[in-house]
């Protein structure tokens, strides 16, 4: 499926967009990257919540200070 999908930017998105261009190649590679890279971490979440819901069922409550340290450790380099 192709075509044209019409946005609205704030001065800043635009600012950042133009940034990442000569990367990318263009625009539209620089947000299907995005689009991208933001379903990726969408599921490396959905990863880990199964993740923590197996590991309570086998093992009790998850430690809310391990999950905060792990998600800054794996989600926030």
């Given amino acids: ?18 940034q990442l261009v000569p990367e990318y190649g263009d625009q539209s ?4 990257h995005g689009i991208r890279r933001l379903a990726e971490e969408q599921a490396q979440r959905a990863a880990l919540r199964s ?18 340290e792990m998600r800054q450790r794996y989600f926030n380099r």
């Fill in 1 to 18: 499926m192709s075509g044209t999908t019409t946005i609205r930017l704030s001065d800043e998105d635009r600012r950042l967009l133009a």
């Fill in 29 to 32: 590679s620089v947000i299907r």
């Fill in 51 to 68: 993740l923590l819901h197996d590991w309570e069922a086998e093992s009790g409550p998850v430690d809310e200070d391990m999950v905060a």
